[in-house]
T-cell receptor, first 111, second 112 residues
């Protein structure tokens, strides 16, 4: 079945550091890929998405490129801020309405 | 902006009680979902509904049921709560395929 594997956390960084969170997937068909973010005490918010191979999603300085050849959708940000501290979830959706989520990666950014 | 509202942020119940979690969305979305979130497991789908009175089981439906009598409201029911149902529960809604799901803030449920 469909599944998502993302790097385990927690990840702790200093402000202005470079962030990468790895995400790989297994799916039949052609999935759409998503990154969701969950700030402390809140629900999930869509951060970015890509619906086909080589698409790049971007938002709030974060980027991720849909790589079909490596079945990956790694999340990157060039210079993180304290306000980026959150839990990040990679997810995929194939031909129905269901999302399959990774386990989540907790990111803490220190001033 | 889409608003998905879950009725309680925190809830404490006892083993064996019947528990209702309510979710309301204000954007006339056809599709609504219930997930539970546990550390190290991400989000797992319990049930979803693609129309009024329609429902489908997700990956972990055991011990749960749902009700969707009106388009805007989707209820999750724990028929007889057990301690292993202590978790964070998240509701989401979505308009059509290829659009993102919008999430509520979650209900942290503790079963004692």
């Amino acid at each position: 079945g469909d599944s998502v594997t993302q790097m385990e956390g927690p990840v702790t960084l200093s402000e202005e550091a470079f962030l990468t969170i790895n995400c790989t997937y297994t799916a039949t068909g052609y999935p759409s890929l998503f990154w969701y973010v969950q700030y402390p005490g809140e629900g999930l918010q869509l951060l970015l998405k890509a619906t086909k191979a080589d698409d790049k999603g971007s938002n709030k300085g974060f980027e991720a490129t849909y790589r079909k050849e490596t079945t990956s959708f790694h999340l990157e940000k060039g210079s993180v801020q304290v306000s980026d501290s959150a839990v990040y979830f990679c997810a995929l959706r194939t031909n129905d309405y269901k999302l399959s989520f990774g386990a989540g990666t907790t990111v803490t950014v220190r001033a | 902006d889409v608003k998905v509202t879950q009725s309680s942020r925190y809830l404490v119940k006892r083993t064996g009680e019947k528990v209702f979690l309510e979710c309301v969305q204000d954007m006339d979305h056809e599709n609504m979902f219930w997930y539970r979130q546990d550390p190290g497991l991400g989000l797992r789908l319990i049930y979803f509904s693609y129309d009024v009175k329609m429902k489908e089981k997700g990956d972990i439906p055991e011990g749960y049921s749902v009700s969707r009598e009106k388009k805007e409201r989707f209820s999750l029911i724990l028929e007889s709560a057990s301690t292993n149902q202590t978790s964070m529960y998240l509701c989401a809604s979505m308009v059509t395929d290829n659009q993102p799901q919008h999430f509520g803030d979650g209900t942290r449920l503790s079963i004692l």
